[in-house]
């Protein structure tokens, strides 16, 4: 068996919680599409939710949550989960991308025979690999359920960090610099683009010699020459130029949590409009760490962010952060506190928020964040590395 990432007490705790807000929603069973939500309760980790995958948490005191995948990854659960066994179950291989069936006919017959067909049950509908097919084959399966919407219910538990969670956190910080710095290191003109990726790549997954780096929920950004506008677009074979100016979003990942950290570079000379546009937005993001505290609202951080950059004639449409923590592909996010206007959420402690502060302009573009830590007097920033735009002449 796989070491397990925490202590079995730390997924007691959590089902403690997610309990009492299911019995608050008068919620009998859970059923978790959402990836990061099916690990961050049973510890599960493997590359098999490109096939319909659930977790089922029912509200009975005592009772483990139950894994259901395929039956050819059943194995994989035995080897990472905490729970018994007989809580890892497996759907058949003829199930499997099949017209005439699907997976979830299997799985409600399944939770039918449990007995839990007719309980009043929560369902993730927002999860990325839960397809529209998935929910109705599922609902037509068990047909004398009473059915609500649970989305991102784990979601918001998860976003207050236990010290566990944040010492994993600052381990994936530690890859999140060694990914910068190599970058920094590799990237001169005549470079292409994916050979950098590659050095970077590998410096996320062995950038320490004490732990090991996992695949990050969304792959490394650089965005040289006008590609610096666009904040998502991906990479490529071109070559850097030999004055540009690159912004970089790369992240590091320990035991699945995700710490990201954005940084710009400038190759030769740094012009005037990029020195000017860098110089407020540092000055922004010591606004947004002089803002981030308990107490706080999520949307008063923004504002101290926006304050200053309306001093230097700037305006950035997008939020400036959101909560981070256990991430799959296609995104790190949580998906629930966001740093921008009308999000009232009020910042406690324990909560981590990835602040980048990006500035996409026309053909040229900078990016600068940082993984910051709401601790019970103020914030840490969890990734420590200089904020200057860094110039290789």
């Known amino acids: 068996m796989i070491e397990l990432p925490f202590a079995r007490d730390e997924y007691q705790q959590r089902l403690k919680k997610i309990r009492a807000e299911m019995a608050k929603r008068g919620i009998e069973l859970l059923v978790v599409n959402d990836v990061a939500n099916q690990h961050y309760i049973t510890a599960y980790d493997g590359w098999s939710f490109y096939t319909p995958q659930v977790v089922l948490v029912p509200i009975d005191e005592g009772a483990e949550p139950v894994w259901i995948g395929r039956a050819m990854d059943a194995a994989g659960g035995l080897l990472t989960v905490w729970m018994k066994p007989e809580n890892v179950v497996g759907f058949p291989e003829d199930h499997v991308q099949r017209a005439d069936r699907h997976p979830m006919d299997w799985i409600a017959a399944w939770i039918v025979a449990k007995g839990w067909g007719g309980r009043h049950i929560g369902i993730e509908l927002e999860a990325y690999y839960f397809s529209p097919k998935a929910h109705a084959r599922l609902v037509a399966g068990l047909p004398n359920a009473k059915w609500q919407d649970a989305d991102l219910l784990v979601n918001w538990i998860r976003a207050v960090k236990s010290a566990p969670e944040i010492a994993y956190l600052r381990k994936a910080s530690t890859l999140a610099e060694a990914a910068v710095a190599r970058a920094f290191e590799v990237i001169v003109p005549g470079v292409r683009e994916c050979d950098a990726i590659a050095a970077i790549q590998a ?46 979003e790369l992240a590091g990942v320990c035991r699945r949590y995700a710490a990201g950290l954005a940084r710009t570079m400038q190759l030769g000379k740094t012009p005037t409009r990029v020195a000017d546009t860098a110089k407020a937005v540092i000055e922004g993001m010591d606004a947004v760490l002089d803002a981030v505290k308990p107490g706080t609202s999520a949307e008063a951080v923004e504002a101290a962010w926006r304050k200053v950059i309306q001093r230097y004639g700037l305006k950035k449409e997008s939020r400036i952060g959101y909560s981070i923590g256990v991430a799959y592909p296609p995104d790190w996010g949580e998906h629930t506190i966001s740093l921008r206007p009308g999000d009232k959420t009020v910042l406690l402690s324990g909560n981590v928020v990835h602040s980048i502060l990006g500035m996409w302009m026309d053909g040229w573009g900078i990016e600068v964040s940082e993984t910051i830590l709401v601790t019970e007097t103020g914030n840490e920033t969890l990734t420590k590395f200089p904020r200057d735009i860094h110039v290789k002449s």
């Not at 090991?212 to 666009?230: K, R, V």
Request: no cysteine.
């Open 203 to 248: 410096a996320q997954i062995a950038g320490s010699p004490d732990f090991a780096g996992d695949i990050t929920a969304l792959p490394p950004t650089i965005l040289g020459g006008e590609n610096a506008s666009a904040p998502h677009i991906m990479w490529s074979d071109r070559r850097f130029g030999k004055n540009e100016t690159i912004a970089l």
